[in-house]
């Protein structure tokens, strides 16, 4: 299906989401959950990327050795190879010098079954990332389901962890309880079953400790996510891969999984990496360790924008 026939199929709206719930998913974007198979990504240049004061890791890195641009960059395009090289369609934010952060594509939108959610970012400097990306799934063609306006909501604290169930993370300086309650609430009307993961905002967003893998199998930091969150991920019949703290740190638990029993996974992330291919998993590991410091891993830079089933 060309762009074209994706904008004849599902007409650009502003507002897709019925208040009352029921909304009905989409045909030609969207995923049920976040392992089926990715044919569709969109992804943020790093052509202005800057080193900014975003986290208390990326100060950690600019206190102690700034990101070298040039390579960062560089790793970037690995990246964009890997995805390449797995067949996945590839849809870009248009780069500006006023956007330096756009690189993290995830942060700024979150891709759902109805269409997309505009995010509340909560750093001046990123707020126009949010407008941007109005405009990049107007020219995509691809409703928006709504946009957070309770509160500051970013799109790493919105973690499908299976068909009709989101883990909703909440660390109070990047993600704000109302902003979250407000995404809850949409969502508990859509009929899914909603949490909220209450974080310490050091650990930045949910998806740097709890990401699936694939099908009742996901990475899970268990040093610093709740035993709660562990315990009820484990009562769905989810095998837990544990990634150990230091991993986590170095963004290790911050990977993509592409379906079909495929990663891209950053090469610090050695135990994780060394779990799946004992599994049978292809992994396509990245260096990611310059452009990481700036404050956000391979999951931080994808937004998923559609999946379908193996």
């Not at 975003?54 to 102690?64: C, D, Q």
């Not at 849809?91 to 700024?108: G, K, N």
Request: aromatic share 8%.
């Amino acid at each position: 299906m060309t762009v074209h026939d994706r904008i004849v199929a599902e007409p650009f709206s502003l507002q897709r989401r019925n208040p009352a719930g029921g909304t009905k998913p989409l045909t030609a974007w969207g995923f049920a959950n976040e392992t089926d198979v990715l044919s569709d990504v969109l992804l943020g240049s790093p052509n202005f990327l800057r080193h900014l004061s975003t986290s208390s890791l990326s100060r950690k890195h600019l206190r102690e050795a700034p990101c070298n641009v040039q390579i960062a960059q560089a790793q970037h395009k690995d990246l964009v190879a890997a995805y390449e090289h797995f067949g996945v369609n590839i849809h870009w934010h248009e780069p500006t010098p006023e956007l330096p952060m756009q690189v993290y594509s995830r942060d700024s939108s979150v891709m759902t079954p109805y269409g997309a959610i505009i995010t509340a970012m909560s750093q001046w400097w990123r707020r126009g990332e949010n407008y941007a990306a109005i405009r990049t799934y107007e020219k995509l063609g691809i409703p928006i389901y709504d946009m957070v306006t309770a509160g500051t909501f970013e799109g790493g604290d919105f973690n499908v962890i299976e068909d009709g169930v989101v883990l909703i993370g909440c660390g109070g300086a990047r993600t704000q309880e109302e902003g979250a309650r407000q995404v809850q609430a949409w969502f508990d009307k859509e009929g899914w079953e909603t949490r909220i993961a209450f974080i310490d905002e050091y650990y930045v967003h949910i998806d740097l400790m709890v990401v699936p893998i694939a099908e009742k199998l996901t990475a899970v930091c268990l040093a610093c996510t709740e035993p709660g969150i562990v315990d009820w991920l484990k009562g769905k019949g989810h095998e837990i891969i544990d990634v150990p703290f230091q991993d986590t740190m170095a963004l290790g638990c911050n990977f993509m999984s592409l379906g079909k029993d495929r990663v891209i996974a950053p090469t610090s992330s050695q135990t994780l990496i060394g779990q799946l291919k004992a599994r049978g998993f292809e992994v396509a590991a990245i260096d990611m360790s310059e452009i990481s410091k700036t404050g956000g891993g391979i999951h931080c830079m994808a937004q998923a924008l559609k999946r379908e089933p193996a």
